[in-house]
Structures are given as structure tokens and as C-alpha cells.
């Protein structure tokens, strides 16, 4: 725990407005995928189909999609940001063995690696100053 808090405390001393403007970036971008999932449920099927073989399809199918969503609301805001983060790496993970296993597309396997390499950054480095989970420890 003395980690995570010494951590903390060397980003919100380190802390930059474009680390935070590409922490709400990739929030963003992690929502509006969410939102193409739910607007086009058979888009998500066709992605996840080289993974359905070993099961587990219809889980995959209710859970990327709200995770992507919430999950990129709450990188908006840095709210439980590394939380948040943390929903957001099987995902990420599976987008990248997809891309072997499947039909691989580069520009959708170059996307899904800088978005993990991303989200393992703000894993490590949280919401940073201009953040909902700063203001709140601030309050305290």
C-alpha cells in the first residue's frame, strides 16, 4: 500500500495538463467504442468470433461493451481511475490475440497495442492532478 501511495504522490507532484488531456482522450475513445459495441452487437460478434470457439462468447459479448463505457466515463473524470483501467486490460489483451487469431488487421492491431501500452501508463501513473480521485483525497 506504501507503494501505491508513494506512487501517487510522485504523479500528482510529476503531473502535466497533456498526460491528463490523453487520459481524457483515451477515455473517450474507450466510450465511443463501447458505444459502436452496443450499436452494432453483430460488429462485436464478428471481432470476437476466433475467441468463441473456447467459450465464454456471450459473457465477452455482456461485458466489453459496459466496460468500455463505464469504464471510459470514469477515465474522463479520473475517477477510480486505475480501477477503471484495470476492467479495461483483458479487454485490451484479448483485442491483441484476436488480431493473431484472426483475420489480423494491422491498423487494428497497431490501435489496440497503444491503446494497452496507454492504459498500462495511466495504471501505473493514475489520474494525475486534474482528477476526480485527486479532488477527493484532497477533501479528506
Given at each position: 500500500m506504501e507503494n501505491v501511495k508513494s506512487l501517487n504522490?510522485?504523479?500528482n507532484s510529476h503531473t502535466y495538463l497533456p498526460?491528463?488531456?490523453?487520459?481524457?482522450?483515451?477515455?473517450?475513445?474507450?466510450?465511443?467504442?463501447?458505444?459502436l459495441f452496443v450499436t452494432n452487437a453483430e460488429y462485436l460478434h464478428d471481432l470476437i468470433s476466433p475467441i468463441d470457439q473456447y467459450?465464454?462468447?456471450m459473457f465477452l459479448l455482456h461485458y466489453i461493451a459496459p466496460a468500455h463505457?463505464?469504464?471510459g466515463i470514469m477515465i474522463v473524470f479520473g475517477l477510480l481511475t486505475r480501477w477503471a483501467i484495470a476492467a479495461q486490460l483483458p479487454i485490451?489483451?484479448?483485442a491483441v490475440l484476436v488480431n493473431f487469431m484472426g483475420r489480423m488487421h494491422s491498423e487494428s492491431l497497431i490501435l489496440a497495442i497503444i491503446v494497452l501500452l496507454l492504459c498500462i501508463f495511466f495504471l501505473f501513473y493514475g489520474g494525475g492532478k486534474h482528477s476526480a480521485d485527486y479532488y477527493f483525497k484532497m477533501q479528506q
Amino acid at each position: 500500500m506504501e507503494n501505491v501511495k508513494s506512487l501517487n504522490k510522485w504523479a500528482n507532484s510529476h503531473t502535466y495538463l497533456p498526460v491528463d488531456l490523453i487520459r481524457i482522450a483515451l477515455g473517450v475513445f474507450l466510450f465511443m467504442k463501447g458505444v459502436l459495441f452496443v450499436t452494432n452487437a453483430e460488429y462485436l460478434h464478428d471481432l470476437i468470433s476466433p475467441i468463441d470457439q473456447y467459450g465464454g462468447g456471450m459473457f465477452l459479448l455482456h461485458y466489453i461493451a459496459p466496460a468500455h463505457m463505464i469504464g471510459g466515463i470514469m477515465i474522463v473524470f479520473g475517477l477510480l481511475t486505475r480501477w477503471a483501467i484495470a476492467a479495461q486490460l483483458p479487454i485490451l489483451l484479448g483485442a491483441v490475440l484476436v488480431n493473431f487469431m484472426g483475420r489480423m488487421h494491422s491498423e487494428s492491431l497497431i490501435l489496440a497495442i497503444i491503446v494497452l501500452l496507454l492504459c498500462i501508463f495511466f495504471l501505473f501513473y493514475g489520474g494525475g492532478k486534474h482528477s476526480a480521485d485527486y479532488y477527493f483525497k484532497m477533501q479528506q
